[in-house]
């Protein structure tokens, strides 16, 4: 646990990329293969059952000691996490609350503590024997732990019991240093990653042996995500518009669809596995002929319909572990491919756009049109003929259901990442409307102690009540303005208080704020009536008052021309 | 009876007819210290301890009206009879005691309770009112002491001598501290400062503070590449075109922020030191207890959170500052 300790405690204080691979490349090499393979695990975020909740560790400390309720609320909002809290509290807590602590159950943990256990002992000994406990001897076990631990290891004791243990370590970090530190191809480490883990001795050895044999193909490892940038004109004026591929900019998930001889795998822009949410896709790819990699769309789009359903049919199946029959005939999905990675376990990624195309286009007309039928779409596009199109082309887009449309060079190869240059995105212009800040709360980890989770809102004109206008809330923001705005509006909001309620406080209605969304609806589960889609704020409007902002009126308007313009196609 | 009101341009004493650390020009000021939240130019005259002098005058201009007076020496301004004491924050800072008739108010300014080599210890004063600071009002915030923080410091500088090590912090009062604190452990190895920091260090120097020898970088030649050498530098030249000049430094903060790991990582340094001129959470209960008064008003950073403690648990009559009147 001390190896493990030391690399959190030097992985937290280094920023650059290169040295935090170095660190756990480093540690790896060295640590124990047992324990290696729970820090690898505990790195990744790998999501562990919640051995015992924030909220439940906070209820020992508070019951041993007589700290009251509001103070620790206070602690925790200013600190932004809650294991650190505790951290912080208990030096200052412990002669309050004193020895005591005797039973003997708890004197064999603290003694085993005593002679440096190894990291293993901790994660499968220790940890769920004390989240396994009855209420009271739960108590005097963490207590007496936490007596019996050095302060700087407080934080990662409180970390590692209440599960959420994330240190700011990506996991394609992670990925890169078992590479570096094991002399192994990256593409091999994920594809190892995807056996189902145990951090055991025996799954960090598999991890991390030797590359045996020569590997026919990728098996079901996904192939980087190539990404497009918000398009500046300017900068490809001066080329000829016939070098342009444009297609619509559909709003699903991306997604890159797999066919091998062992089955299909479908992963999201993130990199995750999505087959259990999209089934009926995952029985489409039978259909693809064998080592094939598509990349396209997914997104709500049924069979006789002529355009795709709004992003939030498809919110409703992401992040269902299982999708009931119910949910399918609702909300069906289909797969909009635009590019193709790979041909009969060839590679095709250097190959021009044009080709590629042309190649998927081959590949969509052998599928089997009895299996494959509509759930596999091909996007319609077409070669750019005058820059003067661009925008009714997108302006139709927008009409068919589409965010927008993609620019792609036709001689574009397929990068990986965000590389400016090749694809470009152009979406729609936001909606905006300008509300007014009413409550503010803090942030968490490096926004803790700063008001930077906003709550907006518009004013309703009349109520049954009162003929006054009311503010009533409308959408909540976190993003859109820059570090020197966020201390500007920290200082505000604490001059500015009217109320506290725990961790969130009533602000004087006096900023306006301009915010953008990309779509509005009707709904019942808000107050005032409306959802709307990625909010955030455009800029900070210094030059408006309060009663200068938006109505509830105005939102309503723009959602009934969302409904007409959908509707009247 | 209030001694003392609240005004727009801050605090006044009405017996004294004068202002405690005015946020705008007044006829007579009275200042705690010289940090310049506290210390503003453009008052008539100005009331300070002696040994702040020096700073005073290079921030609010050589030619300002000033009558400095050493600690504990009581003077009479009109009705009210005034007295500076030590707080411990910096160096030449002060509480400041005011009695009126047979009342007693002390406001505390910026104080601490930790011992610092560089000024002057917090002097108890009972009083019956009490105006106390709450900048790190919270019970999380606990000190260690600053020869532990010093040696931390230390190692952490002597463990890269491939590169130089530039430690952040406030150019008036911290960076002496450093200096006095790495001095108490044994330092004799000289430590470059920033412009901003040597200036103020004369005056500590002056005074006679113990400290680690120091030099500006300035007086380095350029094209040293300072590799393996401290530098005390203030918080606005971190990502400067200043910096510019130290290749691939490694970097740290001293600051008692530093204590929360979120406002440490939003800063972007790579160490945090644990240090403040202020006092933590039991620091200022202690304060409040130990001065004996019955009525506290708390002000800066938690000052309802201080204040509902004080009432709940102490039975005091606490409020937040702004509710004096």
Redesign the interface.
């Known amino acids: 646990m001390d190896a493990f300790a030391a690399l959190i405690e030097e992985l937290d204080q280094s920023t650059g990329t290169k040295r935090k691979i170095d660190l756990i490349a480093g540690h790896l090499q060295q640590a124990d293969a047992h324990d290696a393979a729970w820090t690898v695990l505990l790195l990744m975020g790998e999501r562990r059952k919640r051995l015992i909740t924030g909220r439940r560790l906070r209820e020992i400390l508070q019951q041993a000691s007589a700290m009251p309720d509001w103070l620790f609320d206070d602690c925790q909002s200013h600190v932004g996490d809650s294991a650190e809290t505790l951290s912080l509290l208990w030096p200052q807590l412990k002669s309050d609350i004193g020895g005591g602590i005797h039973n003997p159950g708890v004197t064999i943990w603290i003694n085993q503590l005593g002679h440096s256990p190894p990291m293993h002992w901790w994660m499968e000994q220790l940890l769920p024997a004390v989240a396994a406990m009855e209420a009271e001897e739960q108590s005097s076990t963490v207590l007496a732990i936490w007596e019996s631990l050095p302060n700087d290891r407080l934080f990662l004791f409180n970390k590692l019991l209440t599960g959420g243990f994330r240190i700011g370590v990506a996991r394609g970090l992670v990925v890169k240093a078992i590479a570096t530190g094991f002399n192994l191809e990256e593409a091999l480490v994920l594809e190892r990653l995807m056996a189902p883990a145990d951090a055991s001795e025996h799954w960090f050895r598999a991890l991390t042996a030797a590359a045996s044999e020569e590997r026919g193909n990728r098996g079901p490892v996904p192939y980087p995500f190539f990404l497009a940038s918000p398009l500046k004109p300017e900068t490809i004026e001066d080329t000829a518009p016939s070098e342009w591929w444009v297609e619509h900019k559909w709003d699903g998930i991306r997604g890159q669809l797999i066919q091998r001889e062992s089955g299909a795998y479908l992963w999201s822009r993130g990199e995750e596995l999505i087959n259990e949410q999209f089934p009926e896709l995952i029985e489409m790819a039978s259909a693809i002929p064998a080592d094939t990699v598509l990349d396209g769309e997914v997104i709500c789009w049924a069979e006789s319909e002529q355009q795709p359903r709004p992003f939030s049919d498809l919110q409703r199946r992401l992040g269902r572990k299982n999708v009931g029959r119910k949910l399918r005939l609702e909300c069906p999905v289909s797969f909009v491919a635009y590019d193709l990675l790979e041909r009969n376990g060839q590679d095709l990624r250097s190959a021009p756009l044009q080709q590629r195309l042309e190649q998927l286009s081959a590949v969509q007309q052998r599928m089997d049109v009895n299996t494959a039928g509509w759930r596999c779409r091909l996007s319609s596009g077409q070669q750019l003929e005058h820059w003067d199109q661009l925008n009714r082309l997108r302006q139709e887009a927008v009409e068919q259901g589409a965010e927008g449309v993609m620019l792609k060079h036709l001689q574009s190869p397929y990068l990986s990442g965000r590389k400016r240059g090749h694809w470009w995105k152009h979406k729609r212009d936001p909606m905006t409307l300008d509300a007014v800040l009413i409550y503010a709360q803090a942030g968490r980890g490096r926004r803790a102690n700063l008001f930077t989770d906003y709550t907006f809102a518009l004013w309703e004109k009349q109520t049954e009540s009162t003929s006054n206008p009311q503010l009533v809330t409308f959408a909540k923001a976190y993003s859109g303005l820059n570090d020197a705005e966020i201390l500007e509006l920290d200082r505000w909001i604490r001059s500015h208080t009217r109320e506290r309620f725990g961790p969130t406080r009533s602000v004087e209605p006096e900023l306006v704020f301009e915010i953008g969304f990309e779509g509005i609806q009707a709904s019942k589960r808000h107050k005032c009536g409306l959802a709307v889609r990625f909010p955030r704020i455009l800029r900070w409007r210094s030059d408006r008052t309060a009663d200068s902002a938006n109505t509830i009126e105005d939102a309503r308007t723009l959602c009934d021309q969302v409904v007409k313009r959908t509707s009247s196609l | 009876m209030n001694v003392l009101e609240r005004t727009d341009s801050g605090l006044y004493c009405r017996a004294a007819d004068a202002w405690i650390d005015p946020s705008r020009p007044v006829s007579r000021a009275l200042i705690t210290h010289a940090h310049a939240d506290h210390a503003r130019p453009g008052c008539g005259e100005y009331w300070a301890v002696d040994i702040s002098e020096g700073v005073l005058r290079q921030r609010l201009g050589r030619d300002i009206t000033l009558h400095s007076m050493p600690y504990r020496q009581e003077f009479w301004l009109n009705q009210a009879c005034l007295s500076f004491h030590s707080a411990g924050h910096v160096l030449g800072s002060a509480q400041i005691r005011l009695m009126v008739e047979d009342q007693v108010w002390v406001v505390t300014g910026d104080y601490k309770r930790c011992p610092d080599p560089s000024c002057e210890p917090f002097e108890v004063v009972p009083c019956d009112v009490l105006i106390t600071e709450a900048t790190f009002g919270?019970?999380?915030?606990?000190w260690d002491t600053g020869k532990r923080v010093a040696t931390e410091i230390r190692d952490w500088w002597h463990a890269d001598r491939e590169r130089p090590s530039l430690l952040f912090c406030y150019s008036f009062g911290k960076a002496q501290r450093l200096l006095a604190e790495l001095n108490a452990i044994g330092v004799e190895e000289e430590v470059l400062l920033h412009g901003a920091v040597e200036t103020v260090t004369r005056h500590y120097r002056e005074a006679g503070v113990a400290m680690t020898a120091s030099r500006p970088v300035s007086e380095l030649p350029r094209k040293d590449s300072l590799v393996g050498r401290l530098v005390l530098a203030p918080p606005s030249a971190h990502r400067s075109a200043w910096m510019r000049r130290f290749r691939s430094p490694q970097t740290a903060f001293a600051s008692g922020w530093m204590?929360?790991?979120?406002?440490r990582?939003?800063r972007?340094y790579?160490?945090g030191f644990i240090l403040s001129d202020h006092a933590d959470?039991?620091g200022l209960i202690r304060t409040v207890l130990e001065s004996g008064a019955e009525r506290v008003y708390v002000t800066h950073g938690?000052s309802?959170?201080m204040a509902?403690?004080l009432r709940?648990?102490h039975g005091l009559d606490a409020k937040p500052l702004d509710q004096l009147n």
């Open positions: 919270l019970p999380i915030y606990a204590a929360v790991r979120g406002a990582r939003r972007g790579e160490r959470w039991q938690q309802d959170v509902r403690f709940e648990r």
